[in-house]
């Protein structure tokens, strides 16, 4: 049996960028032909002339924060779908409310790749503990459990005592769910006195997995990877067996941007995640996701110890709107990019608002060379473009932390 899920995954750079040349340009176009929202953001863009990553970083970013208002406006889905009712499938509701399509065709949010990688395979039986409420998270693994040939026990949330027993009856050897819940439910099993010996894999996402919970996890004899996934674009990257980052999937592309704006980050910078897919149903061209995470520097050149060539990002790192209110008024991570954008001196800047003496504080510091008139220049844009007075200082280059916050609320109060 292949240790991969197919060709695609050990393809050289110049293979994958040959296939992106030709393909990327085809779903732009298709965006701007049957979606509304993509007719109008991109008609001053010529679909043939994007058959790049560098080229796609001049097109316009849509943040899964407009989303809600997008949908107002034009519901159900902001005019960024090419589907109807009836070519659809399913269409999901998650927190906003943000309504997800899902379209016709097998394993649709891409998830079999991720799950082959975690070692799952025909003839599995598998535990899903994802919610099959309105959400599509359940829906997202089953969907690749089903196209690997695994058979899926629909457990959903909650229940835990019903969840354990069922578990116990049927021997499942995969589990699919937030690493939390599957922490719950071995130690309602341990607390029940059931011994679930069968359970040897996981594939668990929704949250942050941490290192102390994974080696929890291989204690007991389960092997848990990861696998990095949102509502509108599935799966985006997965773990393997090498542990070194998360592989881009196959079917997407992903770009590291400084929050706030659509500018790619220097590699090995923490940034967004903005996502352009190639599911013709929904294809969000550069969307972002609101997550921060960065490209694995030497990822770029040297293939994953498991033999994967895709790059490779270090995972979920918090979450890049950093929107705050100071003195009653939203500050925005767009306006601080404003700001850097008047100002080509500026190499990197972050925002700190503090309340001294219960008195918000905007503190704008610049990685800039000090010239005269420069921070008092920096000062009156903050102002204008903020309506708010700031203090700016001027610190050296790479004294800022390299963790993709552009606003930082320090305010204390206890």
Not at 282 to 304: E, K, Q, W
Request: hydrophobic content about 45%; some cysteine; glycine content about 8%.
């Amino acid at each position: 049996m292949s240790k991969f899920f197919d060709a695609l995954e050990t393809r050289t750079a110049d293979e994958r960028e040959l296939a992106l040349a030709t393909r990327l340009p085809q779903q732009i176009a298709h965006a701007k032909a049957n979606a509304a929202y993509f007719a109008e953001s991109l008609k001053n863009f010529d679909a043939a002339a994007i058959t790049s990553i560098a080229a796609l970083a001049a097109l316009p970013v849509v943040r899964k924060h407009d989303l809600i208002e997008l949908q107002k406006q034009r519901p159900p889905f902001g005019g960024l779908a090419a589907a109807q009712w009836g070519q659809l499938g399913r269409v999901f509701s998650s927190p906003g409310p943000i309504y997800e399509p899902e379209g016709r065709n097998a394993d649709y949010w891409r998830t079999a790749r991720a799950l082959y990688a975690a070692g799952f395979r025909a003839g599995d039986l598998v535990h899903n503990s994802f919610s099959y409420h309105m959400t599509p998270g359940a829906w997202i693994l089953e969907a690749g459990a089903q196209a690997l040939g695994c058979t899926v026990f629909p457990a959903g949330v909650g229940q835990t005592e019903q969840q354990v027993a069922a578990m116990a009856d049927l021997a499942p050897n995969g589990y699919v769910g937030t690493p939390s819940f599957l922490r719950i439910l071995l130690e309602k099993a341990d607390e029940l006195g059931i011994k679930l010996p069968a359970l040897t894999k996981a594939l668990v996402s929704g949250e942050a997995f941490l290192p102390p919970v994974r080696d929890a996890l291989l204690a007991r004899g389960i092997a848990g990877y990861q696998a990095y996934a949102t509502a509108e674009l599935g799966v985006i990257a997965y773990e393997t067996e090498a542990r070194q980052g998360l592989v881009i999937d196959e079917g997407v592309i992903v770009e590291i941007v400084r929050p706030g704006t659509g500018d790619p980050v220097a590699l090995g910078e923490v940034g967004e995640v903005v996502v352009t897919t190639f599911n013709t149903d929904y294809p969000l061209i550069r969307f972002g996701t609101g997550d921060l995470s960065a490209f694995l520097p030497d990822s770029l050149t040297n293939a994953s110890p498991c033999g994967r060539t895709n790059v490779r990002i270090k995972g979920w790192m918090g979450r890049a709107d950093q929107t705050t209110k100071v003195k009653g008024m939203f500050v925005h991570p767009e306006q601080v990019a404003a700001v850097v954008k008047r100002h080509p001196e500026i190499a990197r800047a972050r925002l700190v608002v503090t309340n001294p003496d219960s008195s918000d504080v905007m503190t704008l510091r610049c990685e800039a060379t000090a010239s005269e008139g420069l921070a008092l220049a920096i000062g009156e844009s903050v102002r204008e473009l903020t309506k708010l007075r700031g203090v700016v200082e001027l610190v050296a280059a790479g004294s800022l932390p390299n963790d993709g916050k552009v606003i930082a609320d320090e305010r204390k109060y206890d």
